[in-house]
């Protein structure tokens, strides 16, 4: 059996053979963001079944695949759907696509994601930078046997979302005229959502968003020292913040809403980011 670095390395080669693109930025589009990988330009589309290894979504209607292409005169490796804990997948299998963009030569990885908001100076479809995370969620994609071509044993969090690329990401937002709220993410299992009073407690500890995914991602990018961006949508406001019921349909459509202008901000922010990876 071969070890997890082999194959994240073949999967890797498997992706650039079929593309003269070497992408140094790697995206990764969460619920309602899909549309920014159809727009690439001299695009590839590698179907996630066809990689060794990489978990795919047995959900209908979310295939998911890598695209690499240009966005404007960046050249990116997208990711168009990931897997959540909650579909039963485990740390390991989350961090592995972060591992391929690794192994591809991507140094610097933008995560995008739906969140509730905690916050209340938030409104649904706010866009917030993310400054920091709790992980809550139980489980650490660095749990195991440590590969040191990977990274080191106990990786420094930190500066995990760097603060460099977060300026960049407000002042292309602030050219754009688009608000863009700064916060930290706590990041729980799933799937159901929070009570009120699990959101009352995420906000005594200092949690301004809650979601299901981005933290795993975010520490297997940061074991290999690739740098990262992380942006939420507020597709809805936390339990118990409004006297409403959350649904997962109030997502989707604040999400749709709400993308436009995401990816006129992932347009604007990508090639200041280019400057710092080439
Ligand atoms: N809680 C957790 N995850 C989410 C939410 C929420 O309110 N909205 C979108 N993803």
Same mark, same amino acid.
């Given at each position: 059996?071969?070890?997890? $670095? ?20 790697? #995206? ?5 963001? =899909? !549309? $920014? ?19 795919? !979504? ?7 695949? @890598? ?14 759907? +990931? ?6 997948? !485990? ?7 972060? /591992? ?6 991507? +140094? ?11 916050? +209340?100076?938030?409104?649904?479809? *706010?866009? &917030? ?8 969620? =139980? ?5 195991? *046997?440590?590969?040191? /071509?990977? =990274? ?15 300026? @960049? ?19 729980? #299992? =799933? ?11 995420? /906000?005594?500890?200092? *949690?301004? #968003? &809650?979601? @299901? ?33 959350? !649904?997962?349909?109030? &997502? @989707?459509?604040?999400?749709? /809403?709400?993308?436009?202008? $995401?990816?006129?901000? #992932?347009?604007?922010?990508?090639? +200041? ?6």
């Amino acid at each position: 059996m071969s070890d997890q $670095f082999t194959i994240a390395d073949t999967a890797a080669q498997l992706i650039l053979k079929r593309t003269p693109l070497r992408p140094k930025i790697g #995206l990764v589009l969460g619920s309602g963001l =899909g !549309s $920014f990988a159809d727009a690439l330009t001299d695009a590839v589309r590698v179907p996630y079944a066809e990689i060794p290894q990489f978990p795919c !979504s047995t959900a209908i209607g979310h295939a998911g695949r @890598m695209v690499v292409g240009n966005a404007g005169d960046v050249p990116v490796a997208t990711m168009q759907g +990931r897997v959540h804990l909650y579909e039963g997948y !485990s740390a390991q299998e989350i961090a592995f696509p972060i /591992r391929v963009f690794g192994r591809m030569g991507i +140094r610097a990885v933008i995560l995008t994601n739906a969140a509730g908001g905690i916050n +209340r100076s938030y409104a649904q479809g *706010a866009l &917030v930078l993310i400054r920091d995370h709790i992980n809550l969620q =139980g489980v650490n994609a660095l749990v195991g *046997a440590n590969d040191e /071509r990977f =990274g080191v044993r106990f990786p420094d969090m930190t500066h995990a979302y760097a603060k460099e690329y977060r300026a @960049m990401a407000r002042e292309e937002a602030d050219k754009l005229k688009i608000e863009l709220h700064e916060g930290v993410y706590a990041a729980l #299992l =799933g799937p159901s959502y929070e009570t009120p009073a699990e959101i009352e407690y995420l /906000r005594r500890i200092g *949690a301004d #968003l &809650v979601g @299901m995914s981005t933290v795993a991602e975010v520490i297997a990018a940061r074991h290999m020292a690739m740098k990262v961006l992380a942006i939420s949508c507020v597709t809805n406001m936390a339990a118990g913040i409004l006297d409403q019921p959350l !649904s997962h349909d109030e &997502v @989707m459509e604040t999400g749709e /809403r709400v993308k436009t202008t $995401f990816e006129a901000l #992932l347009r604007a922010v990508l090639p +200041r980011i280019a400057t710092d990876v080439v």
